[in-house]
């Protein structure tokens, strides 16, 4: 029977029909009642924290406090925790002044003003100094030390110049460093380029993988260089597709964070039965497809629901390309991951481990992008272009032939299919 689907693509939908009887498998997250009250739930969390005291008998009169919030590449809804979190110091004496927002960018771009009200709301920015920052000016940062694993840690200023840090974001798997949140809002989210740099670099290990925090070099590195200048809370979200709130985490920025990851495992990963001749999946919308650097995450998931040799067809809009001016150059002058590969163990190089991040998985399967990129930058990356849903169908129904199994990944970014007995 032939039925219409819709999935996200941008800010709005793609929509196109499929033989029903193909579709063996549709993955979501796992159905879990949104919380009624976000606002209590965080009170309740910041009040009755886990592995540390409340929040308000933390921070003292006369002390500074440091937000560090997500930037737009990441969805945590920063608006309505901001307000509590403020109001909750302002009650036991930290005026507004006393705090500020720095935006935990990375090696990510720096955001118009515009950009950053839009994340913390009007009231927020109202109310507190908002902060961008540009990680390969050194001049902004402060030297902590050197991990065990020879990363450099240096922090910007005015995180390491405030008496509190209060780490706050959302919660997902995380491709190398096994989950994002947690200790990401310092590290790598207020570090030096050269800090990042290096740390990322371990993703060339094995153990660096999706879902793994324990033996994972690239979180325990991350670890080892956030306790030089130790978050003193944390404040976690963990949403579903439609960004509603399932629960909130706080306290220590490691044992909240671990709690977080606990639950994300439990709602995020389906089972899977068979693995797919072809997967249809889109990265969950704006901002998640905003560029390949983004759209990789989901590239990763289905990659573990499709067969070796099978399809996926991959729906996002990608309006700032590729993202990544040296990931495009990387590809350029290596053109495949195995010299990718090469060229990152003789210089890792921020968006060059992204181009290899992309194209290693093509050695599974073949990808088709559906997205209003250049065709031929999506033909720089080593995925087949499709100007619409028809000629991706198409494409994949050649590749795969004309009875494949199919299963749908709706929302890509957050489902990461989890093995059955069966494969």
């Known amino acids: 029977m032939i039925k219409e689907y819709s999935m996200p693509y941008g800010c709005g939908d793609l929509r196109f029909t499929l033989d029903s009887s193909l579709v063996s498998d549709e993955l979501k997250i796992k159905k879990f009642p949104h919380l009624a009250d976000p606002m209590a739930s965080i009170l309740e969390a910041i009040r009755n924290p886990v592995g540390s005291g409340p929040l308000r008998e933390l921070v003292k009169p006369g002390q500074t406090v440091t937000f ?77 030390g050197t991990t065990s694993r020879g990363t450099k840690v240096s922090f910007h200023k005015l995180v390491a110049e405030t008496d509190h840090i209060i780490c706050t974001g959302s919660v997902v798997h995380h491709f190398f460093a096994g989950f994002g949140g947690g200790r990401k809002a310092l590290f790598p989210g207020a570090a030096a380029y ?26 325990e590195d991350q670890i080892e260089g956030t306790e030089m200048c130790r978050p003193s809370f944390l404040l976690n979200v963990v949403l579903n597709e439609t960004e509603e709130f399932l629960a909130v985490f706080a306290g220590d920025y490691i044992a909240a964070h671990l709690e977080a990851c606990k639950f994300v495992e439990s709602v995020y990963s389906p089972p899977l039965d068979h693995k797919a001749d072809v997967v249809i999946t889109s990265c969950g919308g704006y901002p998640k497809d905003i560029n390949l650097y983004q759209l990789q995450k989901t590239m990763d998931n289905a990659w573990h629901a499709v067969r070796e040799g099978g399809v996926v067809i991959i729906l996002g809009e990608c309006i700032e390309g590729s993202g990544s001016a040296v990931a495009e150059q990387t590809m350029r002058e290596c053109g495949t991951p195995e010299r990718m590969a090469e060229k990152l163990q003789e210089d890792f190089q921020l968006g060059a481990h992204k181009s290899y991040a992309i194209t290693r998985l093509m050695k599974k399967a073949s990808y088709i992008l559906v997205s209003s990129m250049d065709p031929d930058l999506a033909r720089l990356f080593l995925f087949t272009p499709a100007k619409n849903m028809d000629e991706a169908l198409a494409l994949a129904f050649e590749m795969a032939g004309p009875s494949p199994r199919i299963v749908l990944m709706p929302q890509g970014s957050l489902t990461v299919p989890v093995q059955n007995d069966l494969w």
């Open 68 to 144: 560090l919030v997500n930037d737009n590449t990441r969805v945590a809804n920063s608006y309505v925790f901001l307000p509590v979190l403020m109001d909750e110091l302002n009650s036991v004496g930290i005026p507004d002044k006393d705090m500020q927002i720095v935006f935990a960018l990375g090696a990510h771009r720096i955001m118009t003003r515009d950009e950053m009200v839009e994340l913390v709301g009007e009231p927020v920015a109202a109310r507190l100094k908002m902060h961008n920052f540009d990680c390969k000016d050194e001049s902004q940062f402060v030297y902590f």
């Open 194 to 219: 050269e800090t990042i740099r290096h740390n990322h670099s371990l993703m060339l290990d094995p153990d660096a993988v999706l879902g793994k925090l324990q033996g994972n070099p690239v979180y």
